[in-house]
Structures are given as C-alpha cells and as structure tokens.
C-alpha cells in the first residue's frame, strides 16, 4: 500500500519529514501514516508536471486512450481490494464502495473514448473573407482537489479528463482519504502513464501548499471538489493569477413527493438519494418535501426503512450504514438535529448519538420540521432525513429553489408532464426525475449558483481541460 508521495513517477516522503495520521472512523485506530507533502514538495510536483507537459500532450490521442482503457481494467480488477482501502479510509459500506470503484473506473472508460473525440470547428467568417478555424488544446498543468467523500470518484472524475485532453496534473486528495488517491497514482503508472504527468501530494498543510500552486504561473487550471466555503477562498486565491477555475461544492438538495407518486417507489428513491454512502454525498437528498395528502404516509414508510438499517463497521457484509468520517461531522450532524428537534421537530426515529466507539451516527427521519429549521438550509451530509409537507406545485418548487445551493434535485411523481415541467422550474444543474441517482461519467454533473461552476462527466467534462485556439484563416 503506497503510503508516500508520488512526484515525477517516484515515492518519496515529505521533504520536512511530516506525516498524516489516517484512521479507521469505525475503531478509531491508525491504519497508516502518510507523508503530508510542503510547499516544496508541492512546487516539486508542479516542476515535474510541467517538464512532463508537452511530451504527454504531444502523445497520440489513440495512446493516452489506451493507456486510460488499461487504467480502467486494472481498477475493474482490484475491485475488492481498493473497496476495502475505501471502507477503512472514508467509513462507508463495502456495497457503497464497491459501487464506488464500478462507478470511478468508468470514468478512466469514458474519458479513454473521449481521448480520440477532440474536435474543434470550421466556420466561414460572416463577412465571407476568411475561415474560422477552432482547435481544442490541452490547457497545461492542472491542480485538482478532491474531498473525502468519495475518494476514488473524485479523483478519476478529473484525471481522467485532464490526461485524455493532453493536460498533466498534480492532485491533492483530502487528508482523510489520501490512500485510495495513491493506489489509484500507482494504478496509472502500471496502466503506462509517463512519470510527472500524474503526481499525488497527500497534505495536511492544504491551505498553503495548494495557494502556493495557484500562485505559480506554471499552473493553468484548478480543479476543486469540496465545500462551497473552501471553494469561495480558491476563487479568490485563483484571482492573482486568473487560473481557469472549475468547481463542484456543496448541495441542498431538495427531493419533491406529488401525491400522484407511486409511494413505495418514491421511497425506494428516497432511500438510495439519501443514504448512499451514509448521507454523506453532495448529492443526497437533503430536504424531504412531501404533498400534504400523502406525507403522513410518506414519513411512516421511510422511517420504517431508515429505522430497520443496521449499523457497524463498512466491512461487515451485513451492514447498510458505517460511521460519519469523522468525530467534527459526527457532531455537527447531531447538533443540526438537536437544533431542530429543539425547534419542535420530532425524531420518528434516531435523533441522537449512540455511545461507543467510532463516529455512528444512526438513521434519522425528522416530522414536523419548522420553516427556517437549520437542517434544511444547510447541508447535513450524514444519515439525517427532514420531512416536511407542501401543497401544490408552485409551493414545492419555491421551496425547493429557496436556497444558495443548486446541484441536483429530486422529483416523484407518476405525470411524467408534471416531471418534466417541474425540472424546467428548478433551479439546479441536474434533476433526478423518478430516480435517486444522477451520477453518470457520460452526463455532464456539476450545479447551479453556489453550487459551483463548470461540469464533469459528458463531453463538457474534457473540455474543462482544453483552450480553445482561434486561428483566422484566409486560404
Ligand atoms: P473540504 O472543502 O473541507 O475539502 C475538500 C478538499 O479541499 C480537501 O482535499 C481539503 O484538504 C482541501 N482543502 C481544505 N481547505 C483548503 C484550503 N484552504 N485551500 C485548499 N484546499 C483546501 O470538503 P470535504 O469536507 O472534504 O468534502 C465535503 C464537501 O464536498 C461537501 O460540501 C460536499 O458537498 C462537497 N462535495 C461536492 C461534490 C460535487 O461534485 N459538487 C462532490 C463531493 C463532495
């Protein structure tokens, strides 16, 4: 198990000796110690990018493709082996995890099919003198920043992209989750990837080590998944250079019950929208908005469901939900239901914190939860469901639209018509419709106002990579 940076197709330790301690959030144990890369080692890596810049972008598309699809075979291979290193990471089940591998190779696939699509366009100029000629080229050296949540998805979603355009990158992956992000730097090397143009730097130190990057010239591009709060601050940082800036933060999402839903079903989607990987995605469902006249019902069927998941450590086959990643998100989740039962909510079941070692939070419905209540204007991210009732479908969509964030929402109901319509009025970047899960590497994923900017995934997600080259032609 690599447990020291990769910089310029070497391991080697930080360059002042410093270590991350990672740790099992279900025993609290140490599993492994980590070098916790400098400001000098992350120049380094930016230096061993850069030299590795043009010989990658130079390589035939049809080669960077082939070593991508090997990439996507290899971690098709040791499915069981890196879902593993994710549940004792991060804390999730192994079927989350699992899924999670299945779901981060696609995007090496996908992005190794997209290698050989680099198009760009000709146009005759509107005055009829000249041509229009547009190329697409890799944009340079690309910092990505990925959060612990899905620590192998979040780092594929970008590599993949950046190296099919002909970029070379440096990731930071979070101090939490650093060694599903270094198998993955081992599995490019094997897969054929040339030393530099993938570098993995493990920090604790992010906040100066990835300011220092930005502030380097040789850097073209910032690649940040995480919080909209460090999303904001990179934003600023990235201004003193003007980096091209991509960003996929925080959601709210809200998930609509019409009456006309099939409720069963509805609350087979509501559980995958909530609790894949314990609540603990971008993308769960944050705020549960039900019809009046089947909320009663709604409620009793998922606290049903929620209640009868069993809890314990990610590597038991047999358990549904693991622990939060950490204590700080433990507590934070339980204080934003605390705050909320005090409001006058009423746990239907769950509520508070189960003693014991590890940071469990239990499966929790919430009823009667009060306009204003914390927990639906900020993000949970653990297993935490509030549930409130609406009448009629211009309250459900100002409601669901009442909020800074806008990634994703969710709607139920059996008038396809009424769907369709209702994801027009919503303001987010991706809408399940009769479906708890939008994540795909063929659709272009990302979110609406604070929610971020750009797209990954699709065809949009390459062209994160890439400039677009405008030459005037007269021919
Ligand atoms: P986070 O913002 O705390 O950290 C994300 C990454 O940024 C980590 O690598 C972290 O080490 C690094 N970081 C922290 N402070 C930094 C700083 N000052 N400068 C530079 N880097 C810094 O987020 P998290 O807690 O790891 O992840 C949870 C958040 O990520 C949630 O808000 C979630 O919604 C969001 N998320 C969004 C998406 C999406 O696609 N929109 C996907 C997954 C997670």
Known sequence: MPVELFIGGAWRPASDGARISVADPATEQEIASVASGSVADGLDAVTAAHRAGPGWAATAPRERAEILRRAFDLMTERTDELAALIVLENGKTLADARGEVAYAA???????????????????????????????????????????????????????PALAAGCTVVLKPASETPLTALAIGGILTEAGVPAGVVNVLPSARSGPVVRAM???????????????EVGRALLSGAAKTVVSSSMELGGNAPFLVFADADLEAAVDIAMVAKMRNGG?????????????????????????????????????????????????SRDKVAALVAQTVAMGATAATGGSIVGGTGHFYPPTVLADVPPGAPVLTQEIFGPVAPV?????????????????????????????????????ALDSGMVGLNRGIVSDPAAPFGGTKQSGIGREGGHEGMLEFTESKYIAVEW
């Open 280 to 328: 603990e995605a971008c993308t769960a469902a944050n705020r549960f908005y039900v019809e009046r006249a089947v909320a009663d019902e709604f409620t009793a069927l998922l606290t049903t469901r929620m209640g009868g998941l069993r809890m314990g450590h990610g590597l038991d086959e047999e358990v549904a939900l693991g622990p939060l990643v950490n204590a700080e």
């Open 106 to 160: 696609e995007f090496f696939r996908w992005y190794s099919e997209e290698a050989v699509r680099s198009l760009g366009t000709v146009q005759t100029a509107p005055s009829g003198t000249n041509r229009i000629l547009v190329l697409r080229q890799p944009i340079g050296v690309c910092v990505l920043v990925t959060p612990w949540n899905f620590p192998a998805a979040m780092a594929t979603r970008k590599i993949g």
């Open 214 to 228: 930005l502030d380097d010239p040789r850097v073209r591009k910032v690649s940040f998944t995480g919080s909209t």
């Open 388 to 424: 409130v009732a609406f009448d009629g479908e211009t309250e459900a969509v100002a409601l669901a639209n009442d909020t800074e964030y806008g990634l994703v929402s969710y709607v139920c109901t059996g008038d396809l018509a009424k769907g369709l319509r209702v994801a027009e």
